[in-house]
């Protein structure tokens, strides 16, 4: 028998009691970690397309206070196809918590490396977080997990289009008339909302009375049943994304979104919750489909109204001039308002910002295309930004590194196919066309599906 003094019994013990801690965590990530091989899981060890869900409080990440110490919590939705999306979650201190929830922001494409998976619990999660179809959700810990913004040059364009696409089905909404005439029978339910943008206030800040610091933002929305609903965003990541949204041509599909009887205004309200997601100009929800003659004819019936149509196009691309030096396709665009900055002055007309400093613009494609069917022609459509990446194939620096002979060939693979296009219309005296008209997406259209509604039997 093993003869072990006092003290080193005790020293014995304490390498024991650590051996079985350790073990105990390595059983614990391996089995989460299984779910690294399960059908459902992301592919998180590439890149995916983020969704920040606003389970913060208004002034950034949420605090949760214990005896003798704070902890810092922050959640967001990434998603990387469109049948898979996740959340993912981060706990910390004070100044790790804000730097990660600063790093990024709606619609930045990342790459998540070593989080931590584990099954979620399903009816207490989703109760303060956006359902997902994955049973699943990240960890990430501040010692081994990282969350890298992609640089231009690395973002995949296919993640692109999955900014314009809700994740809910696009059919599943109200409309703000039905909001409205239900009244009180949907106050404090969560729904769906599919309306344009009026208005957007600026943000307005206060004080609680227990000393916290908040913001608030009021959208005005409507739709063909309604001219005016209020839409209130109390967190700091929906107001920034309410700031980018342009009155009466943004379109916004809001899922899961909590409406309210307002009794001081005596009206239906919405309010941005937890577990709300917002989809900018989503395609999925245009489904009228029009010839070039037909939407010349829809605009026309139009003229003198403001607000724009939208539609479905059946064409090829006639002009795009990407191989031409005499015309410039990439411009330099304010990174805080997105408009193209004066090449004469270097200034954001806007937001009088000069563009000499290089964190204030980015490159962006700006170019103008023909779109031509077998009964007219569209000239001067704008095909711009992320848009023009997807379309193309190719990102704003991977295009400006190609030698004139590539971005021939690439021209020439648009010139001479059939394309399904989602566009944006509204008569417009100043455009030379009669017309402004912008591209939401473009891509290679399937031969049966053109041919079945050039036939007309889906036709507007």
């Known amino acids: 028998m093993l003869n072990i003094l006092p003290c080193h019994k005790f020293l014995f013990l304490q ?12 059983l614990f990530w391996f089995r989460n ?53 996740v959340n993912a979650a981060s706990w910390g201190n004070e100044d790790y918590i804000k730097s990660l929830s600063d790093s990024f922001r709606v619609g930045d494409c990342v790459i998540i490396e070593n989080p931590l998976i584990q099954r979620k619990e399903i009816e207490r999660e989703e109760k303060f977080s956006p359902a997902t179809p994955s049973n699943c959700k990240l960890l990430l810990s501040e010692n081994h997990s990282t969350v890298k913004v992609c640089s231009s040059y690395e973002v995949d364009t296919k993640l692109l289009s999955l900014i314009h696409l809700p994740v809910k089905e696009s059919h599943d909404y109200y409309s703000l008339g039905d909001i409205v005439a239900n009244g009180h029978s949907l106050n404090g339910r969560i729904i769906n909302v599919l309306a344009a943008v009026k208005s957007v206030g600026e943000p307005k800040y206060f004080t609680t009375s227990d000393r916290r610091k908040g913001q608030r933002c009021e959208v005005r929305l409507y739709d063909e049943t309604e001219s005016s609903f209020a839409m209130t965003c109390w967190d700091n990541e929906s107001i920034l994304l309410a700031q980018s949204w342009m009155p009466r041509e943004t379109v916004i599909f809001v899922s899961d ?16 919750i937890s577990k709300t997601i917002i989809t900018t100009n989503p395609v999925s929800t245009i489904v009228d489909v029009y010839t070039v003659e037909q939407l010349k004819g829809k605009a026309l019936k139009n003229e ?34 997105g408009y193209i900055v004066n090449e004469a002055s270097n200034m954001c007309t806007i937001c009088n910002k000069n563009s000499l400093d290089f964190k204030s613009v980015f490159l962006s494609f700006d ?94």
Not at 15 to 26: A, D, K
Not at 43 to 69: F, K, M, Q, Y
Not at 326 to 331: L, P, S, Y
């Open 15 to 26: 390498f024991l009691l650590g051996y079985l801690f350790l073990l105990g965590n390595l």
């Open 33 to 85: 970690n299984l779910f690294l091989f399960s059908k459902d899981h992301l592919n998180v060890e590439g890149r995916a397309h983020v969704w920040v869900n606003s389970t913060l409080s208004s002034v950034g990440p949420a605090c949760i206070s214990d005896i003798g110490s704070e902890r810092y919590t922050f959640s967001f939705t990434i998603r990387d196809s469109p049948a898979h999306f």
């Open 257 to 272: 979104v909590r409406i309210s009887f307002d009794k001081f205004r005596n009206c239906m309200t919405a309010t941005v």
């Open 304 to 337: 003198g109204k403001a607000d724009p149509s939208y539609g479905i196009l059946y064409a090829y691309i006639s002009t795009l001039n990407i191989d031409d030096e005499t015309t410039k396709v990439v411009r330099n665009r304010c990174s805080t308002c």
């Open 367 to 460: 170019m103008l295309i023909d779109l031509t069917d077998h009964t007219g022609t569209l000239h001067s459509c704008s095909l711009t930004g992320s848009v023009a990446e997807e379309t193309l194939g190719c990102t704003v620096n991977e295009f400006l590194a190609m030698t004139d002979e590539q971005k021939t060939a690439l021209k020439w693979q648009f010139l001479l196919e059939r394309s399904k296009i989602y566009l944006k219309f509204v008569v417009s005296h100043r455009a030379r066309s009669g017309l402004k008209i912008s591209v939401l997406s473009c891509k290679l259209a399937d031969p049966t599906e053109a041919s079945r509604n050039l036939s007309g039997q889906t036709r507007v």
